[in-house]
């Protein structure tokens, strides 16, 4: 049986601008999905304050479930494949690294030049300084690092189980609501997923005009490496390398 590492790998080997064109496809969906999340909310915040996070949240989580059935390249589960390859001994260290570098690299470029097109839309034309887009963006960068860094960790752990989930399920129906429903607690609670953050960053910079307060090099700098080596703990290690570990073994008891 084919394993999922094994797919990525031919694909990278045999037409490497496909998985790029993936990659980039996934922050395509996040930013759609980030676009109607953030204009939702804050339309129901101006009816009942506070509600806007919760909608929100509900909102963004259908970004994976277009990831997913869509076969776009995430890097953060990504994290988890490779690591898993790698200890697998499905793959070699230096080749896992290589494919999760292009797939991070090109969820970037993909989600600003998502972002850029999305903020030309008529939507996000003349937004006012405290829409609930920047507002959010704004409490993200104001983060203290090992804030970042944990929050990083429980973010991708969340994520992965999501993406676990829908390999376990053979219901359409159950694969959908598992995902909302799991990647509804990342988002309510405002952890940090670099891939996401690409995303949601590009967009309010571009809607903003660049005149983002809270947005400078390095308060986007810090936050986009604590959140990718966070991420990678919670992603790669905790779920990857430690389900890899947990069914190793002459038990019976494996996933």
């Known amino acids: 049986m084919t394993t999922v590492q ?45 509600l806007g996070k919760i909608v929100y949240a509900f909102m963004f989580s259908w970004s994976l479930v277009m990831i997913i059935y869509m076969n776009a390249e995430l890097g953060t589960s990504n994290m988890m494949y490779m690591t898993t390859g790698v200890y697998q001994k499905i793959i070699r260290p230096g080749r896992a690294l290589q494919i999760l570098f292009l797939c991070i690299v090109f969820n970037l470029i993909g989600g600003i030049i998502a972002g850029y097109v999305a903020s030309l839309t008529s939507v996000f034309s003349n937004l006012p300084a405290d829409h609930f887009l920047f507002t959010a963006v704004s409490g993200k960068l104001e983060k203290e690092p090992l804030q970042i860094f944990i929050e990083a960790i429980f973010a991708n752990i ?39 953050n690409f995303s949601s960053f590009s967009l309010a910079f571009f809607a903003s005009g660049g005149h983002l307060a ?34 190793r073994t002459k038990s019976m008891y494996k996933d």
């Open 6 to 50: 094994e797919k990525k790998i031919d694909l990278v080997s045999n037409s490497v601008v496909r998985y790029i064109v993936r990659a980039m496809l996934a922050c395509l969906f996040l930013t759609l999905g980030t676009a109607v999340a953030v204009m939702i909310g804050d339309k129901v915040d101006h009816y009942a304050e506070g």
């Open 158 to 196: 969340v994520v992965n189980t999501a993406v676990l989930c829908t390999l376990r399920m053979k219901d359409d129906a159950g694969k959908v609501i598992a995902m909302i429903f799991i990647i509804f607690i990342f988002a309510f609670l405002g952890f940090e997923h670099v891939i996401a």
């Open 214 to 247: 809270a947005m400078t090099v390095g308060s986007v700098s810090t936050n986009l490496i604590l959140a990718l080596l966070g991420n990678f703990v919670g992603g790669g290690l905790v779920i990857g390398l430690g389900y890899a570990w947990l069914n």
